[in-house]
């Protein structure tokens, strides 16, 4: 089993920039996938970006140019950087890991709200 946290999430103004972690709870992290996904009230969840375990990075592209997703193995932790943030980013945010078996884990989800 592998336990993903989150944190980072709150409400910023449209414009303003928040960036949300993800921690795993074990170092097979590291060779993992991991993303990003969303989720907004009434709406199926999404991907936002996910990168590999060698870094290679995937958007979605309503985000492109404005998110960046990153990782630090040393740390098991996983990063999305939030630039230029909309109203429309408002959503429970949701760290990703896919297992070396194709099983998946999910953290509790952190929300993130844009208004003014």
């Known amino acids: 089993q592998v336990q993903l946290v989150e944190s980072g999430g709150g409400l910023v103004q449209p414009g303003g920039s928040l960036r949300v972690s993800c921690t795993a709870s074990?170092?097979?992290?590291?060779?993992?996938?991991v993303g990003w996904y969303r989720q907004a009230p009434g709406k199926q969840r999404d991907v936002v970006a996910t990168?590999?375990?060698?870094?290679?990075?995937d958007y979605a592209d309503s985000v492109k140019g404005r998110f960046t997703i990153s990782r630090d193995n040393t740390k098991n932790t996983v990063y999305l950087q939030m630039n230029s943030l909309k109203p429309e980013d408002t959503a429970v945010y949701y760290c990703?890991?896919?297992?070396?078996?194709?099983?998946?884990?999910w953290g509790q989800g952190t929300q993130v709200t844009v208004s003014s």
């Open positions: 990703h890991l896919l297992g070396i078996y194709g099983n998946d884990y």
């Open positions: 074990r170092s097979i992290f590291r060779i993992s996938r």
């Open positions: 990168i590999t375990s060698g870094g290679y990075t």
